[in-house]
């Protein structure tokens, strides 16, 4: 129990850390400096003192900290804020399920999907279907959208190009945990498969492609029907990774995305 309360103070910081970084950055760029720093101000305090309130001043100080680590970092290293958003991505459901429905880490774990069971076949059925059938239906579905010429692939080679390289290896190391655990772990048994394939294809739409849009809404639904057929997220992290590492040594090799 001692272990478990620790982690979830643990998780209740480092949420706590990273969305309100999150919301910073949003009221500052929609609000005026005076109000948007008087807004955050409020919030950080207010929310520092009841972390305070519940867990003690070890916990409360934490949250300060990571907070102030947070904005450092979205501050000061080029493109840390899209980690940041995935950090959250990955810490939300522990949160949700932890804090606020006060379940343990076992039952947390079982219910996002992340599960021991059949490890390495579920590692293997993930890495199969996406060489063997996510793949070659993407294949064909860019083949349809250059038809159409709908096709923006140059443009987001050159966007992922221009990405330091360390961004470029966390889209297959750290990408595939983050989304896989908050979109088919946490969303899909909650909205559905056409919604949250929806969803995730929405928070590829920065690049601003219909292309790009396409295939992550299929690539998406491909993910959330392997997580509802194998009943573990272990082959769609491994599908994802695969996907991810394909996709960006195609940018790197050739000058565009598969």
Known sequence: MQKERVLRI????????????????????????????????????????????????????????????????????????????????????????MEFRKASLGKTLNSLG?????????????????????????????????????????EVAKMVKSLPLYFAILTFIFTPFAEEIFFRGFLLDKIGILLSSLLFALAHYSYNSPAEFAV????????????????SLVPTIAAHALFNFITVAAVYAFGASL
């Open 10 to 97: 643990l998780i209740l910081i480092l949420s706590f850390g990273s969305l309100s970084t999150i919301a910073s950055l949003i009221i500052t760029a929609n609000l005026p400096l005076i109000v948007s720093v008087a807004t955050i101000f409020i919030l950080f305090t207010s929310l520092v003192a009841e972390i305070t309130r519940r867990y003690g001043n070890t916990a409360g100080l934490g949250a300060a900290v990571s907070y102030l680590l947070f904005i450092a970092l979205a501050e000061y290293v080029p493109y840390a804020s899209s980690f940041i958003i995935q950090f959250s991505l990955l810490v939300f459901p522990f949160l949700w399920s």
């Open 216 to 231: 992550a809404f299929t690539a998406g639904f491909a993910f959330a029907i392997m997580r509802k057929r194998r009943g």
């Open 114 to 154: 992340i599960k021991r069971d059949n490890f390495w076949w579920n590692v293997a059925f993930g890495l199969l279907v996406t060489l063997f059938i996510l793949y070659p239906i993407i294949f064909i579905e860019k083949i349809a959208i250059i038809h159409f010429g709908f096709d923006t692939a140059g």
